[in-house]
């Protein structure tokens, strides 16, 4: 199953082990960190929003217009951010590493 790390808010890392298939923001969710994904993985907020580390920026499918548009939504944007909702993981992405951004902005509320 491949890895995930999690760079914490509070700068702490977490590895978490998923099977093929599930989303950075399902795994990060069914582990208990602190990624809300209000809209459920619909793209519809920004609220799994994830920095990916820069080793591994590259290996991701390109974001797509929408996700684009929806990341412009999220607190603290920055060039490697991405939706966890939209990178599905593999065993080619066994290792990613995606830190927490500091707070979430919930246009659902």
Same mark, same amino acid.
């Given at each position: 199953m491949p890895k995930i790390t999690f760079i914490e808010r509070d700068g702490?890392?977490?590895d978490v082990e998923v099977p093929a298939g599930t989303s950075v923001m399902e795994a990060g969710r069914?582990?208990?960190l602190d990624i809300e994904g209000a809209c459920e993985g619909a793209m519809a907020c920004s609220t799994c929003h994830v920095i990916?580390?820069?080793d591994w920026y590259d290996k991701l499918e390109p974001a797509s217009e929408d996700e684009e548009d929806m990341l412009d939504l999220a607190f603290g944007l920055t060039k490697r951010s991405r939706l966890g909702c939209q990178i599905?993981?593999? /065993?080619e992405l066994?290792? *990613?590493t995606v830190a927490?951004?500091? /707070?979430v902005r919930n246009? *659902?509320?």
């Open positions: 702490s890392h977490r069914d582990h208990g990916v580390d820069a599905e993981m593999t /065993d066994d290792g *990613l927490l951004p500091k /707070d246009m *659902l509320l």
